[in-house]
């Protein structure tokens, strides 16, 4: 009995590491938190089995805040009230643990991401987000949670790098395009200098 426990919350940690490589993968933002939503609430329940309440009440808060930063973009009210939640979360849960100092602080520099930075920029400080769960899962000698870390290091950087590749290659296509326009403006109008002289 307690071995297909353990395996039922092994799978709810792999669907929530599924849609969280999922989500990394999405070009599109509002997909991307959507996706995030998911996964935190699998995580929720996974951390809330080994015992984390700080992790585990901080990726179900984690649910209702990918939802409303996809409509409320930029907004300083709702941003410091969530900083405030985290911060009453871990008061309420740190049991004096000194590693929900380096999660808490994970989970509000994710949150000013989420709320102030979007496309490429977005996913660099996740990345760099990503980092410091990596030290916590080290420190916690977490080796589920390491491997997770370098898979989403590894989805992150991926994903970085075909978006930035993507703008670059229509960043040239638009230049193309002006050097096209312009072109055929200089022609037209040269066509044009003439037809107007050839009247006089």
């Known amino acids: 009995m307690f071995e297909r426990v353990n395996i039922f919350w092994e799978i709810i940690w792999l669907i929530a590491l599924f849609f969280n490589v999922v989500s990394y993968t999405e070009k599109n933002d509002r997909m991307l938190f959507i996706m995030l939503a998911i996964c935190s609430f699998f995580y ?16 179900f808060f984690d649910v209702f805040k990918n939802l409303i930063v ?20 871990w008061y309420k849960t740190a049991n004096g643990e000194v590693l929900s100092y380096l999660l808490t602080f994970w989970s509000i520099l994710s949150l000013y991401a989420a709320f102030y930075f979007t496309w490429i920029s977005l996913r660099i400080v996740y990345l760099i987000a990503t980092f410091i769960y990596l030290i916590y ?14 898979i989403f290091i590894f989805v992150l950087s991926s994903s970085i790098y075909i978006l930035y590749k993507r703008r ?32 006089y």
Do not use: E
């Open 44 to 59: 929720g329940l996974h951390f809330l089995w080994l015992g984390l309440l700080t992790a585990s009440v901080i990726n």
């Open 70 to 89: 996809i409509k409320y973009k930029k907004n300083l009210y709702l941003f410091i009230s969530f900083v405030i939640v985290y911060l009453i979360i």
């Open 137 to 150: 899962s080290i420190v916690w000698n977490s080796i589920s949670g390491i491997l997770t870390s370098i």
């Open 168 to 199: 670059w290659f229509w960043w040239k296509v638009r230049y193309y395009k002006y050097l096209l326009h312009k072109k055929w403006i200089r022609l037209f109008s040269s066509k044009y200098r003439r037809l107007k002289f050839l009247r």
